[in-house]
T-cell receptor, first 113, second 111 residues
Framework: GAGVSQSPSNKVTEKGKDVELRCDPI?????LYWYRQRLGQGLEFLIY????????KSGLPSDRFSAERTGESVSTLTIQRTQQEDSAVYLC???????????FGQGTRLTVV | GQSLEQPSEVTAVEGAIVQINCTYQ??????LSWYQQHDGGAPTFLSY????GLEETGRFSSFLSRSDSYGYLLLQELQMKDSASYFC????????????FGKGTTLSVSS
């Protein structure tokens, strides 16, 4: 596609439910990143995929968070048993290997009530 | 661990020049990037420095000193539309590591 696509754009869920967020990177981009951004805060690194290498999961805040990526295409970020503290915008970005520029999607705004 | 420090807020008036500093501590270094994010929008790439010195792109310039682990973004001829958050970001090596972002600097431009 023309850009990084994320869905849904907004998600309201009840505390304790599981949610799945989707990211469609730019075609041909081998690197894919997930970040969390709380209101008025910076970009908190969550997980990084690079081609077929093992993902860098060092930013995942707890075992309730997991992510998958099929080859060099779609990625899903799953949050189990959501908590109110999980409320944030979840941003996905992609880039070509070694490229300096990452392209971001518009994000998924998650609200846990 | 990794850390990137930048001021939380900067204010300026239209037409002025403003400099946003970034100092970093990382185990490796493959380059310093800058991103702009307007309220409610996605971060967009502004500039990248891999080597020491100044890179100029229109009204925006970015500087890097690897020996000082320091860089800055210089915005000239400020316009109201430049009001946004600005993030510095470091990649520790060419591939295999994510971009790590600073907490961002909110720039407010007034008339």
């Amino acid at each position: 596609g023309a850009g990084v696509s994320q869905s849904p754009s907004n998600k309201v869920t009840e505390k304790g439910k599981d949610v799945e967020l989707r990211c469609d990177p730019i075609s041909g981009h081998t690197a894919l990143y997930w970040y969390r951004q709380r209101l008025g805060q910076g970009l908190e690194f969550l997980i990084y995929f690079q081609g077929n290498s093992a993902p860098d999961k060092s930013g995942l805040p707890s075992d309730r968070f997991s992510a998958e990526r099929t080859g060099e295409s779609v990625s899903t970020l799953t949050i189990q048993r959501t908590q109110q503290e999980d409320s944030a915008v979840y941003l996905c970005a992609s880039s070509r290997t070694g490229d300096t520029e990452a392209f971001f999607g518009q994000g998924t705004r998650l609200t846990v009530v | 661990g990794q850390s990137l420090e930048q001021p939380s807020e900067v204010t300026a008036v239209e037409g002025a020049i403003v400099q946003i500093n970034c100092t970093y501590q990382t185990s490796g270094f493959y380059g310093l990037s800058w991103y702009q994010q307007h309220d409610g929008g996605a971060p967009t790439f502004l500039s990248y420095n891999a080597l020491d010195g100044l890179e100029e792109t229109g009204r925006f310039s970015s500087f890097l000193s690897r020996s000082d682990s320091y860089g800055y973004l210089l915005l000239q001829e400020l316009q109201m539309k430049d009001s946004a958050s600005y993030f510095c970001a470091v990649r520790e090596n060419q591939a295999g590591t994510a971009l790590i972002f600073g907490k961002g600097t909110t720039l407010s431009v007034s008339s």
